[in-house]
T-cell receptor, first 116, second 114 residues
């Protein structure tokens, strides 16, 4: 099993609250990713990072922000949560390199966020 | 537009039976194709990976095939078990970017009944 962790696993909060979803990996991977997944739908990339101090927005527009101050840590923050943010958030990491195997992304267990 | 389409959307089979899941993609330029298994409430876990030159790959009771000409892949599960109940996601990677962008299908939800 991959060594990538997400906390909390489940979060129910009220509208307007600030939240941070934590993601940590112990594999020393340079690349890290955040995905959003709704039931029965595909994963959508919302943020990614090539390494420390590197962050980029993904394909799906998101009001969340991310930071990458340490290699192993890639937290996602919502300044003011809304019901439309209710979803599952998955964090992943991968090695750098040109070989196909290096593209494998290892996923954390996810955070199920519900905003009331 | 790069897309990954999976069928069927859902499938129910009896324990011990075999099944085959389908994946069609339009991702180009193609790098590799993976099948992931996602248990309810968990993150996806890679089952198999195939590059352009490979047309079959096995992992225990899971056998994946790839036809790069027709851009189709299948995942065959033999002698299904209750623990096979999960969503199976086809993921295609392109080689047109340094990120190695992944394109995800919506998954096939497999339920195995005793």
């Amino acid at each position: 099993e991959a060594d990538i962790y997400q906390t909390p696993r489940y979060l129910v909060i009220g509208t307007g609250k600030k939240i941070t979803l934590e993601c940590s990996q112990t594999m020393g991977h340079d690349k890290m990713y955040w995905y959003q997944q709704d039931p029965g739908m595909e994963l959508h990339l919302i943020h990614y990072s090539y390494g420390v101090n590197s962050t980029e927005k993904g394909d799906l527009s998101s009001e969340s922000t991310v930071s990458r101050i340490r290699t192993e840590h890639f937290p996602l923050t919502l300044e003011s949560a809304r019901p439309s943010h209710t979803s599952q958030y998955l964090c992943a990491s991968s090695e750098s390199g040109t070989s196909a195997v290096y593209n494998e992304q290892f996923f954390g267990p996810g955070t199920r966020l519900t905003v009331l | 537009k790069n897309q990954v389409e999976q069928s069927p959307q859902s499938l129910i089979i009896l324990e011990g039976k075999n099944c085959t899941l389908q994946c069609n993609y339009t991702v180009s330029p193609f790098s590799n194709l993976r099948w992931y298994k996602q248990d309810t409430g968990r993150g996806p876990v890679s089952l198999t990976i195939m590059t352009f030159s490979e047309n079959t790959k096995s992992n225990g009771r899971y056998t994946a095939t790839l036809d790069a000409d027709t851009k189709q892949s299948s995942l065959h599960i033999t002698a299904s078990q209750l623990s096979d109940s999960a969503s199976y996601i086809c993921v295609v990677s392109d080689r047109g970017s340094t990120l190695g962008r992944l394109y995800f299908g919506r998954g096939t939800q497999l339920t195995v009944w005793p």
